[in-house]
């Protein structure tokens, strides 16, 4: 084993097999946080297998080469744990939380779940209707289904844009040999991060998960091309809406790069926190929208600046002038006092997250993925303190320099494709894509 000390209170050692166990020391806490994060997500999936990566991560409960799934709630519900599991882009994530002392015996039935998986066809085929329903779900809210329509606006046919939880036929048809076959190939130990946070000793931790990952196959680190940006326009009428859900945004850097730092402080300057300019304007100044919020999506292949908002059809494009104009101006000019907000806001959203025992998990699991170590929290502070004035405005300059990516689902005119073209043409907007539909 080889052990890396990161900071003061964060290991990171790496198993002979290539697995990493990150032990993250809280002292302060009764409670201990273990998590099993994979490096596979719906981006690593082929179109044929889109939504295979949710599945496996529902189908893991179901029973192990030892215990039923009654068998592994039990075992969790015994010792008070909470359990649970969810699918992303880029990585599945296994979770159990319960007593500090049992830290070691959720690395061992996390272990079990993960590595052990029996898949057997009865649960698949409940399981396969409760994802459906979770599907049907999904396909009726609007801001989701705006979502979807923004990600492919953006990338295309890239897997970073198909939707996590997968379609409907692959849903339908995939097979317990296709899970079976799927977590053999992407389930490696140079794919996966053993978290655990709380009062806990590394090297305690690195033994148990030794003994419940050690025989894992070493694989290769999983890797995807990046995607390439197109910009657009995607709509998408809903019967029974009465309003406009809209996304729309630009591409930004990916982590790899460090002016991601810019975008993230761009998008608190623009849109978080109702003094921020989007909210002052859009909601409390004008009334053009009853929800309305700013994010950069800042992942490993790419990144996304990102405007959402709820709004009546006939404010829809009065909404698309303001925010255009609101992007044209903090592309001129920076004020101060807003970039003071937007510091602080980060800070304090960067220290919760590192006083909650998953949250420092799952960023930190990013960080290795991604860097092959964990940036401490006072690295990432600097890094925003450094960002200056000029290159807060030349990451908006650069993102309106693409053609916009916007999605509008719900209450949607014919004609709304059409309007938003001119508009942005109005606007003095980078044209869009002649193929974009």
Do not use: W
Not at 50 to 70: P, W, Y
Not at 301 to 314: D, K, M, N, R, Y
Not at 393 to 405: E, H
Request: hydrophobic letters at 40%.
């Amino acid at each position: 084993m080889t052990d890396h000390r990161l900071d003061s209170d964060t290991s990171l050692i790496t198993l002979h097999n290539g697995v990493r166990v990150l032990a993250i020391d809280m002292p302060h806490l009764e409670t201990a946080s273990v998590s099993v994060f994979v490096r596979s997500g719906s981006q690593h999936e082929s179109r044929s297998l889109n939504g295979i990566s949710h599945l496996v991560e529902h189908m893991a409960f179901k029973g192990t080469l030892t215990r039923d799934c009654q068998q592994i709630n039990l075992d969790a519900e015994r010792l008070g744990a909470e359990v649970n599991a969810h699918t992303d882009k880029d990585h599945t994530a296994y979770h159990m939380r319960g007593l500090a002392r049992d830290a070691e015996r959720f690395v061992q039935m996390l272990g079990d779940i993960v590595q052990n998986g029996t898949y057997p066809e009865a649960e698949l085929e409940r399981e396969r209707q409760v994802i459906l329903q979770e599907y049907m779900e999904d396909e009726d809210d609007a801001l989701s289904t705006a979502y979807k329509l923004f990600d492919k606006t953006c990338f295309g046919s890239h897997a970073v844009a198909q939707p996590i939880i997968g379609t409907r036929a692959n849903i339908e048809r995939f097979t317990r040999e296709d899970l079976v076959g799927y977590v053999q190939r992407q389930y490696t130990a140079a794919n996966v991060v053993v978290g655990v946070a709380g009062p806990v000793a590394a090297e305690q931790m690195a033994r148990a998960a030794e003994a419940a990952f050690g025989a894992m196959p070493t694989g290769t680190p999983h890797r995807v091309a990046p995607p390439e940006y197109r910009g657009g326009i995607r709509a998408s009428r809903l019967p029974g809406y009465s309003q406009s859900h809209v996304v729309l945004g630009f591409p930004t850097p990916a982590l790899h790069d460090p002016r991601h730092h810019a975008s993230v402080l761009a998008a608190a300057l623009f849109g978080e926190g109702m003094s921020s300019p989007l909210l002052d304007q859009v909601r409390e100044r004008l009334g053009l929208v009853y929800h309305a919020a700013c994010s950069a999506d800042v992942m490993e292949l790419c990144g996304q600046f990102v405007i959402e908002a709820s709004t009546v059809p006939e404010h829809l494009e009065p909404l698309l002038v303001t925010v255009m104009r609101l992007l044209r101006e903090h592309a001129d000019a920076t004020n101060p006092v807003g970039l003071e907000r937007a510091r602080n806001q980060i800070v304090v959203r960067q220290l919760q997250n590192q006083e909650r025992s998953f949250g420092r998990l799952e960023a930190a699991a990013q960080d290795v993925f991604v860097y092959g170590r964990v940036r401490p929290g006072a690295e990432l502070r600097a890094c925003l303190q450094e960002v200056t004035p000029a290159q807060v405005r030349d990451a908006f300059a650069q993102m309106l320099a693409c053609p916009l990516a916007l999605a509008i689902a719900g209450k949607v005119s014919l004609a709304t494709k059409d309007r938003v073209r001119a508009l942005v043409a109005e606007a003095g907007g980078t044209p869009l894509p002649s193929d974009a539909a």
